[in-house]
């Protein structure tokens, strides 16, 4: 017993006398209680789990200072002379995030670069005293700080929701703007904006400029953070590019691309560099990752004629309270779900390939049977939304229209990135001057005049034929142009800037409109809905067998900071990348098991596959099968749309799983668990409960039936006994 008591505590049992051991084992109920009371204490308040009360506010400590908080994280500043931000802290664990001051932003503009805000000159960088403020200098070629506003936090585009969507969290917070202007640069207006969320540790900030003025300006380069963070590694001799960044604070921007499907290898603004007048780090060359610049590698290199605006990338700086993977990353898509709602909205589709009007009715019909909601014209399907021919137009209007009657949304696909138009419209490499360089080896210029084209031809389309998803395969990956010939853009300088701004654009009206986008790249922030979960195309040409244990592979990998509606699975119905008998569904009767445990898979992970082929169903059993599937994620779509934590990940050897988790919903937890031997597996597992917000007692129901109470373990975990059938699996629903 006692050894029993003081391993759940973590200690080795000592050797002592009978007396001591009544002792100790008081001492340790004692300490088990305390740890017990101290868990439950955080579970109830942690904010990761609820929205607990952390309002955002402006507090005035002084005339000359303002901080801006809501609890969990605070940034301070001071006003006078001129404004610098001296405090970025983590209020959960009382951290410091900044070592000490740098500029609110640098602007290059007409070739010569202005900081903006105040100026610190002071020899140690490693750390930073409040009594240095009264040091602070204007700058004498720096923009100089005048006021600030207060408001609240505005969405930077129209959305509209359409389809099914998960509860989005609140977006409520304050917006504080400081306003600058430089003595030589009249009519140039200058603010940086800080937003601050309530009840989650998240700062945004972004800058503008207006000119008002009657002068032309070119802005070269914007870098609108920049902040000398506390190192977290501490090498004495090691390259910048090899040490770890920043663990504290996770930073994503909506500047990102390159087909990564991965927030971090898309990001192309945040830049972690050394700072050699940081002379007391313990790295002996200076070659600590301490700075963070967040700015578009390629610059902006447009002007800025009067009365015109300009805006920066946005910045999202969400401040962290753990190194734990899991944690981590439910804090990303609790961000997700508060800054981004649209991609909580997560449609029942179909792949269709078709090659006539009547393929259309069909499979139309068929997700009307069968309870989906939307139908997607895959690639290689006889839709073309470049044909603006009246006959085309007709044809798709009539399509949409007869979907519409029916109950389901339609959309269909369309290629951008990944081909040639010819030598005057395709992107020209600055290298040779000749098409060609681009990320996909040849690629059209979105700003040419075809480019341009394809854009109004796009809109054309939707307006024209009430189309509610568009399908964008390879949209603009960052290419630059080195043409001075297309309309859209003057040269090399301004063609990054400018197609980015033209493909957002296109999104950010579609939100508007109501309409789904599925496309490939990290568009999250500027209105993209979905991207690949996992994919790589010829693994969808292997058995069925392998597809399975990859499939979840995927889910598991792809589900660490993406919330499940965020990411699309695959499912070759037929024959895909040269895929045989094996790889393919069809004839779906034939395959009725494999079927449905992709199905289950992918449902079972709030996870839209695009199921490509011609039909839903071949036979009325196929028909039911799908239905039962359909219904099952209906029955529990708002718990398999929360957020994933991981359990095992497949390896062909023993059981694997995952579990959804909704500690603000009525049930907690549904749990999905896979045995791939060829044996049934009987065991016990512990299953981690922490995120369900329980912390005392869980009801267990296997498959919804016969509920079970379990005392929860101090951790939180509870023990099951689990029987997974041979090749299948099972689920159980937490309340």
């Known amino acids: 017993m006692l050894k029993d008591i003081f391993g759940k505590a973590g200690l080795s049992t000592?050797?002592?006398?009978?007396?001591?051991?009544?002792?100790?084992?008081?001492?340790?109920?004692?300490?088990?209680?305390?740890?017990?009371?101290?868990?439950?204490?955080?579970?109830?308040?942690?904010?990761?789990?609820?929205?607990?009360?952390?309002?955002?506010?402006?507090?005035?400590?002084?005339?000359?200072?303002?901080?801006?908080?809501?609890?969990?994280?605070?940034?301070?500043?001071?006003?006078?002379?001129?404004?610098?931000?001296?405090?970025?802290?983590?209020?959960?664990?009382?951290?410091?995030?900044?070592?000490?001051?740098?500029?609110?932003?640098?602007?290059?503009?007409?070739?010569?670069?202005?900081?903006?805000?105040?100026?610190?000159?002071?020899?140690?960088?490693a750390y930073f005293l409040n009594k240095w403020l009264d040091e602070v200098q204007t700058g004498e070629n720096n923009f100089q700080y005048q006021n600030y506003t207060v408001s609240e936090i505005t969405p930077h585009f129209q959305t509209k929701t359409a389809f099914w969507t998960a509860q989005p969290l609140s977006t409520k917070g304050i917006k504080v703007s400081f306003s600058y202007a430089h003595p030589?640069?009249?009519?140039?207006?200058?603010?940086?904006?800080?937003?601050?969320?309530?009840?989650?540790?998240?700062?945004?900030?972004?800058l503008t400029m207006e000119n008002e003025g009657s002068n032309s300006y070119k802005i070269d380069q914007v870098k609108h953070e920049l902040l000398a963070v506390v190192e977290e590694e501490s090498a004495v001799v090691g390259a910048t590019e090899k040490m770890k960044k920043q663990h504290q604070l996770y930073v994503e921007s909506n500047f990102a691309f390159n087909n990564a499907m991965h927030a971090e290898l898309s990001d192309q603004a945040s830049h972690w560099k050394m700072d050699s007048s940081y002379t007391s780090q313990v790295n002996?060359?200076?070659?600590?990752?301490?700075?963070?610049?967040?700015?578009?590698?390629?610059?902006?290199?447009?002007?800025?004629?009067?009365?015109?605006?300009?805006?920066?990338?946005?910045?999202?700086?969400?401040?962290?309270?753990?190194?734990?993977?899991?944690?981590?990353?439910?804090?990303?898509?609790?961000?997700?779900?508060?800054?981004?709602?649209?991609?909580?909205?997560?449609?029942?589709?179909?792949?269709?390939v078709s090659k006539n009007d009547e393929q259309v009715k069909t499979a139309i019909e068929q997700c009307v049977a069968t309870g989906y909601e939307a139908l997607i014209l895959s690639f290689g399907s006889h839709i073309n939304m470049e044909d603006d021919s009246p006959e085309n137009i007709a044809r798709w209007k009539s399509l949409a229209a007869y979907a519409h009657a029916r109950g389901i949304k339609i959309g269909g696909y369309s290629l951008f990135s990944s081909r040639t138009i010819d030598a005057e419209n395709d992107v020209i490499s600055p290298i040779t001057g000749k098409p060609g360089g681009a990320f996909f080896g040849n690629a059209p210029c979105l700003a040419s005049e075809w480019g341009l084209d394809y854009l109004e031809k796009l809109k054309s389309f939707y307006i024209a034929t009430g189309f509610d998803i568009f399908e964008n395969d390879g949209p603009y990956p960052g290419d630059v142009c080195a043409s001075t010939s297309h309309p859209g853009h003057k040269g090399l300088e301004d063609s990054q800037w400018i197609q980015m701004n033209l493909q957002k654009g296109l999104y950010h009206w579609m939100n508007a409109k109501g309409i789904y986008i599925n496309a490939p790249d990290w568009y999250f922030l500027d209105g993209s809905h979905k991207i690949a979960m996992g994919y790589r195309e010829v693994n969808f040409?292997?058995?069925?067998?392998?597809?399975?244990?990859?499939?979840?592979?995927?889910?598991?990998?792809?589900?660490?900071?993406?919330?499940?509606?965020?990411?699309?699975?695959?499912?070759?119905?037929?024959?895909?990348?040269?895929?045989?008998?094996?790889?393919?569904?069809?004839?779906?009767?034939?395959?009725?098991?494999?079927?449905?445990?992709?199905?289950?898979?992918?449902?079972?992970?709030?996870?839209?596959?695009?199921?490509?082929?011609?039909?839903?169903?071949?036979?009325?059993?196929?028909?039911?099968?799908?239905?039962?599937?359909?219904?099952?994620?209906?029955?529990?779509?708002?718990?398999?749309?929360?957020?994933?934590?991981?359990?095992r990940r497949a390896d062909g050897r023993d059981w694997d799983g995952w579990m959804h988790v909704d500690?603000?919903?009525?049930?907690?937890?549904?749990?999905?668990?896979?045995?791939?031997?060829?044996?049934?597996?009987?065991?016990?597992?512990?299953?981690?409960?922490?995120?369900?917000?329980?912390?005392?007692?869980?009801?267990?129901?296997?498959?919804?039936?016969?509920?079970?109470?379990?005392?929860?373990?101090?951790?939180?975990?509870?023990?099951?006994?689990?029987?997974?059938?041979?090749?299948?699996?099972?689920?159980?629903?937490?309340?």
């Open 541 to 647: 040409a292997l058995s069925r067998d392998q597809q399975k244990i990859l499939n979840r592979q995927n889910i598991y990998d792809g589900t660490w900071e993406k919330t499940p509606s965020m990411g699309w699975g695959f499912v070759p119905l037929t024959a895909y990348h040269g895929g045989g008998p094996d790889a393919v569904l069809e004839p779906l009767a034939d395959h009725l098991a494999d079927y449905k445990q992709l199905m289950m898979q992918y449902y079972g992970a709030g996870i839209q596959a695009c199921y490509r082929g011609p039909r839903l169903y071949d036979t009325n059993e196929t028909k039911e099968m799908v239905t039962e599937v359909i219904d099952w994620y209906k029955k529990y779509r708002d718990l398999l749309n929360a957020d994933i934590i991981r359990l």
């Open 663 to 735: 500690p603000t919903g009525q049930a907690k937890g549904l749990a999905m668990l896979f045995n791939p031997t060829e044996k049934t597996i009987q065991k016990t597992i512990n299953i981690p409960f922490y995120y369900t917000g329980l912390d005392q007692v869980a009801n267990v129901s296997m498959e919804g039936k016969d509920p079970k109470s379990y005392q929860l373990n101090r951790d939180f975990s509870i023990d099951i006994q689990i029987e997974i059938p041979a090749g299948g699996y099972t689920w159980f629903v937490v309340e």
């Open 14 to 125: 000592p050797s002592f006398s009978l007396l001591h051991r009544l002792q100790l084992i008081s001492f340790a109920f004692l300490f088990l209680l305390l740890n017990s009371f101290a868990f439950a204490q955080q579970s109830e308040t942690d904010w990761l789990l609820f929205q607990s009360s952390n309002p955002a506010e402006l507090i005035t400590n002084s005339e000359n200072e303002l901080i801006l908080s809501n609890g969990l994280v605070q940034r301070s500043f001071h006003l006078a002379p001129n404004l610098v931000c001296f405090d970025f802290k983590n209020l959960m664990n009382g951290e410091q995030l900044l070592r000490s001051v740098l500029p609110e932003a640098i602007v290059t503009i007409d070739g010569k670069e202005y900081a903006v805000g105040g100026k610190l000159d002071i020899s140690e960088k």
């Open 284 to 352: 002996y060359n200076y070659e600590t990752p301490a700075v963070l610049e967040i700015y578009p590698d390629k610059g902006i290199g447009i002007l800025l004629e009067k009365d015109s605006s300009f805006e920066s990338i946005r910045s999202y700086e969400l401040v962290l309270d753990s190194y734990d993977r899991e944690r981590n990353g439910l804090a990303r898509k609790k961000m997700y779900r508060t800054i981004a709602p649209w991609v909580l909205q997560n449609p029942i589709f179909m792949h269709l």
């Open 184 to 206: 030589n640069l009249p009519g140039l207006a200058l603010t940086v904006h800080y937003e601050i969320f309530d009840n989650i540790p998240l700062i945004s900030k972004y």
